[in-house]
């Protein structure tokens, strides 16, 4: 069984399941995920010992018709999903999961193949994922090929064309409120040399560069600094933000936010995420459209954050993505720091994480009614209530949560009623 038939089989198990009747909720795309790595594990092992002439007795006895490696991924998908599937009640989930390993070893699953356009004929032939349903860039495990190419300084270039770092900062100013500066006491400051605190705002000393501004030349800054060095150094003074926050940018991954609708999304969210460093800040990252996924912890490092090389797919999860920031936070903010989330989305909330509250009072959808509710538009009515649930959360703990959306065709109400449960603003990245 290769890697390609491996993840098909594994998407097509999850996809089953999550179908099936009597599965509420669950699984995912980790799900998915581990399915495929634990049962490659499985399979190498027992290649191993079939090599070795001790193919396992028990397993043998057990499915005498099975091979090897439909076996091991069974046993994989026993070990993986059923704790990852919420059912009804009387339901038992190991049961589902053998049904829906026995669909797919029976019938092998293929990608969906896309309709052929004029550049795609020499895919037709193809039984490769090239061709194949899009989804899996975001469910297939893929292989290590090193390092990533690196960006090209005319590719570099274009994306900085669309958002640049500039309007990063002024959108910054406006997306959020500065407070009073920090440390809040004049005098030297006493966590970063070269820093003093004067009035509202924080002052650091840095070399003259070419292209600076007369007025921040500093004369008192440079004899100190030539005295000390023996040499001519020119000083400048650095207007630094009056307060400095641990942030958590969140990107919308879902299909909505892809380039093909809105090419501005992922260079925005990159220069906001580089500006925000060189501002000072501790930034973290993490990406969500169904699920969330961690892209950088919270840290002063100048690591970019790659927006432009996720897959945009799937339906939009604001409260998975809300929840997993505030976690980072939690775990990895200073502590007494200013806490913030940038949530950059279009406040399309498709999903939630299927909570008894994000329902409401009437419960999750039963039956023929819970069906014309769900028609009606009932769960994109929990998926905003759970995204506001998990807003007013973070609020009450101390974390403020800001919308980024990208344009008018966003939902604009939804977005400011989205941050003003958490707190904070909701701004459009180019007005």
Known sequence: ???????????????????HPLVEGGPGVRATQALADVARAGIGLRRGRRFHGNVSAETAGRNPGASDDDAAFLAAALVTLPHRLRVRPGADPD???????????VAPPEAVARPPGPDDEEHTDRGDAEGGDERLKLLVPMESGGHRPATTEDEEARRRALFGDDEAARFLDDLLEPGPPFPPTAGPAPTRPGRRAVGEEILAVRPFRPGDRARDFSARQTVRASVRLGSLAPRALSRQPGAVWDVVVALDASASMGAGERPLVAPATAALTRVLVRQGHRVGALAFSEESVVARPLSR????????????????????????ARLLLLREAAAGAR??????????????????????????????????????????DAARRAALIAASRCRRQGITVSVAYPDDRAEVAFAHQLAEAGGGRARCLRP
């Open 1 to 19: 069984m290769n890697d390609r038939l491996l993840a098909l089989r594994a998407v097509a198990v999850v996809n089953w399941l999550r179908r």
């Open 95 to 105: 049961v589902l999961v053998r049904e829906a390993v026995a669909e797919a070893l």
């Open 301 to 324: 490092a100048r690591v970019p954050f790659p927006a432009e090389e996720y897959a945009f797919a799937h339906a939009t999860n604001v409260e998975a993505g809300i929840e997993a």
């Open 339 to 380: 806490r913030h989330v940038i949530v950059v989305t279009d406040a399309e909330c498709t999903s939630h994480n299927g909570t008894a509250e994000a329902w409401g009072p009437l419960g999750a959808p039963r039956g023929s009614e819970g069906l014309g509710r769900l028609l009606r538009g009932g769960m994109v």
